[in-house]
């Protein structure tokens, strides 16, 4: 009977430490989603859309075309432009010797506009041709075939999903356990995923954000935390994941 006592008490104090030590563990994650920042590939001219060329879930490299805009009008602007360039330069080749230095200057200075003219127009025929000024996966085709869109148009947004990290709120008790550079074991559904460093940690302190989870209600201000995650990471954008503070 003794024995079955010791027994029985040597298990729940191993239960017991057992207990303390998940409950610490536990209190060191922080739930977060996995981020990346995004850009949109922009239309600099105005005009209908001839063709689309990338689709959602495409991934596209810097300088891949994204779309066509109808080239019509900016051909004729060129065309308009070339034309007023060679009748400057005929007019400067064809300055007298004794002209006025006045009257130089003046057709000198039609010579560079009308330059100046011909590059914007070659510059806005070669921007029909959309282009994506960054790499990444689209997420969104934004425009179809024959739309019409204005300057500045957005015509996709790409998902930078080389460069992804993780964002958790920390209570002020827990700041100074967490260091810029510090690796941190990342988890999803409890079980080990793989690491993280942190990027980014806010200087200023702020209200717990809505549908955020802290590990103690009783602060109300928290500290911005960001984990960057490494190429090979393989969740995707809004997947919920748990870091561990050391």
């Known amino acids: 009977m003794r024995n079955k006592t ?42 209908k859309i001839d063709k689309v060329d990338i689709n959602e879930g495409d991934r596209i490299k810097e300088n891949d075309l994204a779309a066509n805009i109808n ?20 007019a ?16 000198e200075g039609k010579l560079k506009e009308a330059q100046a003219a011909f590059d914007l127009a070659n510059l806005n025929l070669s921007r029909c041709d959309v282009k994506s000024q960054g790499s990444g996966v689209v997420s969104e085709v934004l425009v179809n075939k024959g739309e019409i869109i204005g300057q500045g148009g957005n015509i ?20 100074d356990k967490i260091k810029l550079n510090d690796n941190l074991k990342v988890y ?23 549908n955020t989870e802290t590990k ?12 960057k995650l490494n190429k090979n990471f393989n969740y995707s954008p809004g997947t919920l994941m748990d870091v561990e503070i050391k």
């Open 6 to 47: 010791i027994m029985a008490f040597f298990i729940g104090i191993a239960c017991f430490s057992l207990t303390a030590c998940t409950n610490n563990t536990e209190s060191n994650r922080y739930t977060g989603t996995v981020e990346c920042k995004s850009f949109y590939v922009t239309s600099e001219v105005a005009g």
């Open 71 to 90: 080239a019509d009008v900016y051909t004729i602007q060129k065309n308009q432009a070339e034309g007023g360039l060679e009748a400057a330069e005929a």
């Open 92 to 107: 400067f080749d064809s300055i007298p010797v004794n002209t006025p230095d006045n009257s130089k200057k003046q057709v």
């Open 156 to 175: 996709a947004k790409v998902l930078d999903v080389d460069n992804k990290y993780i964002k958790i709120y920390v209570e002020e008790s827990k700041r």
């Open 188 to 210: 999803y559904n409890g079980k080990k995923a793989g690491e993280g460093e942190v990027s980014y940690i806010s200087t200023e302190s702020e209200f717990t954000p809505k």
């Open 216 to 227: 103690s209600d009783k602060e109300a201000t928290v500290f911005e935390v960001r984990v």
